[in-house]
């Protein structure tokens, strides 16, 4: 019943039905159509048939769109990272308009996107600029806008006029279109709204104080508010000038005022009722472990976000004021009554690439298909642009930059002494950074499908066409030449931290981060599964691992101890360190300090850990299901069939169990969240979730060995030798296969280290949920299924004991290189995400953890440089210094006499 009713919710918010029905009418119509005899009723219905396809064919050009922008952001992000996104969509949208005027588009392309370029203005501002205001606005500092509200104010009110009035003016006395100046007007309060997106990414990167920050987005928020409400008031006198009934409307300074008011309050008063209730609504949903309250919080946010800008519209006021209210009111109301803020946050960051994408790209496929009409001769016989009009625009963006730092400085005597203040040099920056964006576009576009739509009257829609070029060109030319400028002048002012300053901070950083990671070392090391690590491999692999000295390793040790908790301490296997970094002069300078500490550990006065070492090489105490099993409660009067319907409920249990202890893994980077690796570990769980349903026992690594022999690994395989062979030279078909058979037994030996941490995290959760009360007795059911957990394993370890010692050592070796490495870029994205470290500085030294990650993937040594035998290793061996490690003598004798037997073997 509750599913039902989720469908008919579902089916009422979206009209699907509605839409299922029209398809089913569609295909009736069609198929009676195609019985038909009467050849007028034929082609009627042909007619309507091809309508019907021709609406259907709009689906394909905003998927198509976001396809290409999947493609632009990745060559940009890896190639190009100073061309602007955005710019390069609006790039590709004009090639693309050209191609589809030009008639060398075809087919459902070409079709799909003459539907959106004809779309009319009201339905294409009431597509983008709800989604794209809300998630502007959503991301504001409140505390900050509040304290410079009143200087916001005076960026978006007076400057905005006064920009609207000189722009205007601009238009009216130098360009020879014959404007008239109410057209002039909506021309400049087009040009007026600003788009911070490509800089406040940057200010992002680059770590711009949070000042500048709310100046620039704050004037855009309310930037875009007031251009539209001057925009619409002059929009209104213009269109009255078409002489058309019902179009337009000539508004007086008194009309003007109280239009103006009405616009500005009457939608801040809508967004902020909006506002009100969505947050009410917030605090209703309030199961914050329902994955349903969640979603439907962010379903509640859009629908108020497009309800609110149609209200506003309806009702005669300005529908984006009414947006950035509903946006305010929101994120200083509502944000802690979120349930999910990174699905909120994920949410709106999908959707504001997914608008701008497919309104840049729509942009330039409009000013695209006017360029190819330019060689198209319109009544009159003359060309619609002319290379004066690119003169033109080429002057406009200089007079356009010349107002913008006049206004700015105009103004500076006044927004410098209130609000939070200002200073000349973010003066000087807001004044070039004012790039022209998203919202122009939309309102360009907007009148002219409006223009189209009422008049055929070539001489107004030439007027339109040529508003929209000189938007969309400057709209280019910010994004071309404003934007990608931006960070040198802010480096320049002296805006961001300077460079040496910074240095000093990322270079302590980056010691906190060799001290962390030389911790996850020690952790490893003290890993059953990576005793034998080759510390060669890890200094070949592991750059910032190569010269660590004693002291440092000795650091790190008393890190690992004391982050762990005693009962499952266990002491890092260092036998393949020491011998590296024994001839520090360190070491010596401090042996008679060292070898007193010794003296008082063997005394009995050492630290009460230090009791419980155990020899490094040891199996780890993992509980004996045997002695769990003399512990347990066994009830005689339990039947055999009420033990196996509860052992196959903790079956599934513990299979839940072992899928969280997967995450886990992924979350501490010993396993990668992508890739044909966690692709079969979780396919296995599936196929033995499938048989523990129908009571039968654990099998998980009998579905891992057949999710292991499908198409996962060799597909895996397959990949890796074709990226090595991007950059190595030609090999022999010996050497390849050979290197197949490396990467297969890299993935197999990968998986069964991950099955066996898997099945030891899983095997203490629990227990640890069955003993939670203090009972240290377990039932029958539970031990039925942890002795299955334990054979599982066993059949994992036999395993991994046919492959050659060496060869998984040397694989462990590198796989816990990748495993430091992950946790190293796991450390400073953390750095990043607490704020600490901006965007692009954490991103550079991220992407150097990922080269260092994917050389060793691809390293095929058995041997690297440095590598000591095992009898030098015993030479090389500290006589009595363990002490300083936390670590017996006893332990040294057992590491020496297992380093001789080796030793002897070869």
């Not at 009409?373 to 642009?385: C, T, Y």
């Not at 523990?692 to 198409?711: E, H, K, T, V, Y």
């Amino acid at each position: 019943m509750l599913t039902d009713k989720r469908v008919r919710d579902y089916c009422r918010r979206t009209n699907i039905d509605l839409i299922l029905i029209g398809f089913i009418v569609a295909g009736y119509s069609y198929h009676a159509d195609a019985e038909a005899v009467d050849g007028n009723t034929t082609t009627e219905n042909h007619h309507e048939e091809s309508q019907t396809e021709r609406e259907i064919d709009a689906v394909f050009f905003p998927w198509f769109a976001q396809i290409l922008g999947i493609a632009v952001y990745y060559l940009l992000s890896r190639y190009a990272r100073a061309i602007p996104f955005t710019a390069m969509m609006f790039l590709i949208g004009m090639a693309y308009g050209v191609a589809v005027e030009m008639g060398t588009g075809h087919g459902v392309v070409a079709e799909s996107a003459e539907i959106w370029m004809k779309i009319p203005g009201e339905l294409f501002l009431l597509i983008f600029l709800p989604g794209l205001l809300y998630v502007e606005a959503y991301h504001v500092d409140v505390h900050l806008f509040l304290k410079s509200f009143s200087q916001l104010l005076v960026f978006a009110f007076p400057m905005v006029l006064s920009g609207t009035a000189l722009t205007a003016l601009v238009a009216y006395y130098i360009f020879p279109y014959e404007w008239s100046f109410d057209l002039c007007m909506t021309f400049g309060a087009i040009l007026c709204a600003t788009d911070p997106v490509a800089v406040a990414v940057l200010m992002n990167e680059l770590g711009a104080p949070p000042r500048l920050r709310m100046h620039i987005s704050g004037e855009s928020l309310l930037n875009d508010g007031s251009a539209y409400v001057f925009f619409n008031i002059f929009k209104a006198r213009f269109l009255y000038q078409l002489a058309i009934p019902g179009v337009g409307e000539k508004i007086g300074w008194g009309e003007g005022f109280k239009m103006f008011f009405q616009l500005s309050l009457g939608g801040m008063c809508i967004g902020i009722a909006f506002g009100i209730g969505t947050v009410l609504v917030l605090y209703l949903l309030k199961h914050r472990l329902s994955g349903e309250d969640s979603v439907t919080q962010v379903v509640l946010t859009i629908s108020a976000a497009y309800l609110t800008y149609f209200s506003s519209e309806h009702s005669h006021c300005s529908g984006i004021i009414g947006v950035l209210f509903l946006g305010l009111t929101v994120k200083a109301f509502g944000e802690n009554l979120v349930n999910n803020t990174h699905l909120m946050k994920h949410f709106w960051e999908i959707t504001e690439v997914l608008l701008n994408t497919l309104l840049f790209t729509l942009a330039g496929c409009v000013f695209g298909g006017m360029l190819v009409d330019a060689d198209k001769d319109v009544e009159g016989n003359d060309i619609l642009f002319e290379p004066q009009d690119w003169g033109y625009l080429f002057l406009l963006f200089l007079l356009l930059l010349a107002i913008r730092f006049f206004l700015i400085f105009a103004f500076y005597p006044l927004i410098s002494n209130i609000g939070i203040g200002t200073d000349w040099r973010e003066a000087l920056f807001m004044s070039y950074s004012g790039l022209r964006g998203a919202v122009g576009l939309a309102l360009a576009l907007s009148l002219l499908s409006e223009v189209y739509g009422i008049t055929s009257d070539v001489v107004y829609r030439r007027f339109t066409e040529k508003v929209f070029f000189f938007t969309g060109g400057i709209a280019m030319l910010t994004l071309v030449i404003n934007a990608p400028t931006c960070g040198p002048m802010l480096k320049k002012l002296g805006l961001v931290t300077p460079t040496e300053t910074r240095l000093k901070i990322i270079s302590k950083y980056r010691l906190r981060m060799i001290q962390h990671s030389l911790t996850e070392y020690m952790s490893l090391l003290a890993d059953e599964r990576f005793h034998e690590l080759d510390f060669t491999v890890v200094r070949a692999h592991v750059p910032f691992l190569r010269d660590i000295n004693y002291e440092q390793l000795k650091a790190a040790v008393k890190r690992h101890e004391e982050k762990t908790p005693p009962r499952s301490y266990s002491h890092p296997n260092l036998a393949n360190v020491l011998p590296y970094i024994n001839s520090d002069p360190a070491l010596d300078e401090n042996y008679e300090v060292k070898d007193r500490k010794a003296k008082k550990s063997r005394d009995g006065s050492g630290d009460r850990r230090q009791e419980r070492s155990s020899f490094p090489r040891l199996p780890s105490a993992r509980p004996s299901l045997r002695d769990c099993a003399r512990g347990s409660v066994w009830d005689l009067r339990t039947s055999i069939v009420e033990i196996k319907m509860e052992a196959n409920e903790e079956r599934l249990i513990f299979i839940k169990a072992l899928r969280s202890a997967y995450y886990h893994l992924i979350e501490k980077g010993e396993v990668e969240s992508r890739g044909f690796l966690p692709y079969s570990l979780f396919k296995s769980l599936d196929y033995a979730q499938d048989k523990a349903a129908r009571g039968q026992p654990l099998s998980d690594w009998d579905a891992l060995c057949a999710a292991s022999n499908s198409f996962a690994c060799h597909v895996n395989m397959v990949l890796l030798r074709v990226k090595r062979m991007f950059r190595l030279s030609e090999i022999t078909a010996n050497e390849f296969h050979a290197e197949l058979g490396h990467f297969g037994m890299l993935f197999l030996v990968q998986e069964i280290l991950a099955f066996t941490k898997a099945h030891e995290i899983a095997e203490k959760a629990f227990k640890d949920l069955s003993q939670g009360d203090g009972n240290c007795e377990l039932t029958q059911a539970e031990n039925i299924v942890l002795q299955e957990s334990a054979d599982q394993v066993l059949l994992a370890e036999q395993a991994l004991d046919k492959f050659d010692a060496k060869e998984v050592q040397q694989i462990k070796s590198h796989y816990a290189c990748t495993i430091i490495l992950n946790r190293a870029a796991a450390y400073y994205e953390r750095l990043s995400h607490q704020g600490l470290m901006s965007e692009r500085e954490a991103g550079e030294l991220i992407e150097e953890m990922e080269a260092n990650i994917l050389h060793t993937k691809e390293c095929l040594d058995n041997s690297h440089d440095g590598e000591l035998s095992d009898r030098h290793k015993i030479e090389m061996m500290p006589d009595d210094n363990w002490s300083s490690l936390h670590l017996r003598n006893s332990t040294l004798k057992c590491v020496t006499e297992n380093l001789k037997e080796d030793a002897d073997e070869v």
